[in-house]
């Protein structure tokens, strides 16, 4: 007698690379049509978010619609900048630079109390004063390169690197974004290297979140669909990451949200008065 | 034979006119191939994620009657059976729906309106937030023969199509609106879905399964699209590709219905065994 054994089920954070590829293509060109655009702007950090937006940019618009700015300050590690170059060259897209120290010192040299970390927030704010600055210049849209887990975390900073209005990688964990990176020919540097902010020196996420991306993913996506705490361990993790995990994801709800408004009303924006943000009516 | 053209459109968000002067060019682009019905998706006039901005979109079954009866003495030659989804304002009572009309242009006008019954409210789903809910599940005379609607999660739910068969229903018409989602496979999880339940729908009842299905991106929500025909075997017909624009043109072969339900029985064995249920069905309703 053959004896056939099930598969036991369960989530799976498994994309098919190609269709994800053409549906985030697709989302490109919809979302900027019936806004008007034709352009994208990118800001590349030599990172694979940026890296692969990019690509997915280039591939929705052709790589003469899309504008890549690097933004470095004088304090950011020099392999950034060389691996933005490299993501445009890989895609055909013209780079441009706009060096931000001079903004971010100039407020820095007025605040001497001034600290890493803040500094390092300072700069994000500066690079979406340039992205959408240049956006209007090229009337171009800005692209959004923040991922699932980062966002989930809420290691971004608030109205800086998570302001462009939309963003095709904003629903792909970390991991997921690694495989379509390679799936897309991001260069094999940019999607092997330890993912970091470079706000401050010598950072890297995993230190900075105190976790892997490859196991905090799989936590993330449970505890997304409501799976108990004993059911993730029973998976192969520690209690310890996933308090870290639901610790991470709970303090910063708000960062995910517009801010915070006094209800006085029956029309309050957002809580009774509700559209989408693309509903338009004819006039 | 009836044939059929099953248009796979992408409206714009609340442009109206815009969307029925778009169904107009579709028209004129199938005109060639004369379809005795067309079939939209669900809340083609629109588009499907309006929250609140239903109020200010809702028509009366009258005016969408009016709009589509002049669309179709402008760009149509003879008549014109239309199966369409639209947010319905219900004047008298105040209420809305989501409805889907079968209206005979050139003919008739407005035969009958499915109200549809189970609005998803859960996951990117806020329907029953906004509308209200219809009561009732019926099939109706077309000048071809017996039809059906259900709308979108309507036929999620076996049982609706069962009473549309069991009520003498030979096309079920499904306009839907299934924002895309599980990229694990190449189509995703959703489409798979509803082709697995087109199948077997199609295949319990003997009946032609007709879904339309929108396409579009509705702020990162892309319909998914995917439209198709099913026989009463259970084939698929035509199927669109998904997230573009498509037009299936399929003849429905309605003489062929009888010999492939004698082949398998199913609804007529149904209809003399539901009988011997009827007491566990009374039992379980009683215990909701």
Redesign the interface.
Known sequence: MKKIYGLPGGE?L???L???A??LV??IQ??LA?RGYEKALVAVSGGVDSATTLALAARALGPEKVHAVALPHKESSPESLAHARLAAEAFGVGLEVIDITAMVEGYAQQRPDITPYRKGNVKARARMIVLFDLSMAYHALPLGTGNKTERLFGYFTWHGDDAPP?NPLGDLYKTQVWALAEHLGVPEEIVNKPPTADLEPGQTDEADLGLKYARADVILEHYLKGYPDAYIERLGYAKEEIRRVKELVNKTHYKRHLPTVAVVSNTAIHEF??????????L | MVRHAVLQLAP???????NLARLGQALEAIAEDRPDVVVLPEAYPTAY?????VR??AMTAAELEERLSELHARVWEGPLDLVIGFYELDEASGDYYNTAAYLELGGRGLIHRHRKVFLPTYGVFDEERYLSRGHSVEAFETRFGKAAILICEDFWHSITATIAALDGAEVIYVPSASP?RG??????QNARRWRTLAESVAGEHGVFVALASLV?????K?MSGYSLVASPEGKILAEAPG?EEAALVVDLDLERIPPVRYENPLLADLKTGLGLLWNDLERVKERL
């Open positions: 799976t498994e994309l098919d190609a269709a994800t053409n549906f697709r989302f919809k979302e019936w939309i008065y509700l559209r989408p943000l693309d509903f338009r009516i004819e | 714009e968000k609340g442009q109206i006119t815009r994620f309006l929250q609140g901005g200010e979109l895309a990229f694990d496979q190449a189509r995703p579009g991106f509705e702020a990162g892309g997230f």
